[in-house]
């Protein structure tokens, strides 16, 4: 049996967060799974949804907004790179890339990481995109 953490560990930390996913490394999960979107200026964060839903409880559209005008609605908004450095190569991550996410920032993160180091083999991408496969 594999123990995935979906989205971390969302039952002890907010969903997709540096905090989910090393909640989901200390209860010993076998791999971790995150979603991925990407900003209007090319970040990949992570978020299950296509919007941010903002302090004032407004939802912001994650393809309309910069990284920073996100991170000021949600200050624990994670992005790829710093995902990778939480898990830090202890675990396999499964990355699911949302429908109509512009997949080349995410990859060129992933082959950044496998040129330093990263075992290919600890990386899966999945989507409900076919085109994005």
Known sequence: ??????????GLAPENTRASLQKGLEA??????????????????LNHDPFILGKDSHPYLITHHTYAELR???????????????????????????????TGPVIEIIKDRIRRGWPPTDIYISSFSQPIL
């Open 28 to 45: 010993g999960a076998d791999q971790v799974e995150f979603d991925v979107r990407v900003t209007k200026d090319g970040r990949p964060i």
């Open 1 to 10: 049996m594999i123990i995935i953490g979906h989205r971390g560990a969302k």
């Open 72 to 102: 000021k609605q949600k200050p624990d908004l994670t992005t790829l790179d710093e995902a990778l450095d939480t898990v830090n190569k202890k675990v396999p991550i499964i990355i699911e890339v949302k429908p109509h996410v512009p």
